[in-house]
């Protein structure tokens, strides 16, 4: 959900779009019955690219062509390619990339870049948000991480696999000395309603808007790593 210079970035972009920009994007199912299975989170490896891009071909809308009330399921606007997943997978310095798995089989996964890494690739990013400016320089000047996608597979059998994946990373975060993790979910041309209540729900403040080169509005939440 805008989970994001001028350079682009491997990925697909909608029709007509002249700069694909990539955002953080928030998926999450319909509780489904419990089982026996517990799910584990583990870090990303190579080996698992080609499930994290299986259960991001499901979720990835134009949102456009969408009815308003696919906001209430949660969906992937700006998917990651199957070259760049793999760059990030393996540049574990600057992502954290969690993965769920139940069953041995991956049904979930979380990424996560430092947010120094995210301005290489969308110059001014920050600049360009309409926030107060005490974010702003909380976002220049402490050391933030900026969540892209969190998705969880319709199959999973297990309940609080999204909470699962988002502690990990957040511990893992504060273990790595961040302060703020940082995500946006997009708010027009449809509202991402279940991504907004899950990131509430997990004390995210909302703390301004942002706009993409597509006409896209997109909420912007913080959450303070040291509460």
């Not at 026996?36 to 994290?52: F, N, R, W, Y």
């Not at 974010?135 to 220049?140: A, G, I, Q, T, V």
């Not at 209540?197 to 040291?226: A, C, E, M, Y």
Request: hydrophobic share 35%.
């Amino acid at each position: 959900e805008r989970l994001i210079c001028n350079e682009e970035v491997a990925g697909s972009k909608p029709a007509g779009s002249t700069n694909p920009i990539q955002y953080m994007n928030i998926e999450l199912p319909e509780n489904t019955p419990e089982t026996l299975s517990q799910p584990s989170v583990q870090d990303a490896i190579q080996e698992d690219v080609e499930s994290i891009l299986a259960i991001q071909s499901g979720k990835v809308i134009v949102p456009e062509n969408e009815e308003t009330q696919a906001g209430e399921s949660g969906f992937l606007i700006y998917p990651i390619s199957a070259g760049e997943l793999l760059r990030i997978v393996e540049d574990n310095k600057n992502h954290i990339v969690k993965v769920a798995r139940e069953n041995g089989r991956v049904v979930g996964h979380l990424i996560s870049y430092d947010i120094s890494e995210w301005e290489k690739a969308h110059s001014g990013w920050i600049s360009r948000l309409d926030a107060e400016e005490k974010y702003k320089e909380f976002l220049r000047n402490e050391k933030v991480l900026y969540g892209r996608h969190i998705a969880v597979d319709e199959s999973a059998s297990s309940h609080g696999i999204g909470n699962m994946l988002l502690d990990a990373t957040l511990q893992e975060a504060v273990t790595r000395g961040y302060r703020y993790f940082v995500v946006e979910v997009l708010k027009k041309p449809i509202e991402n309603i279940r991504s907004i209540n899950f990131l509430q729900k997990t004390k995210f403040v909302l703390i301004g808007q942002s706009n993409d080169d597509n006409g896209r509005v997109w909420s912007v939440f913080l959450k303070d790593l040291s509460n």
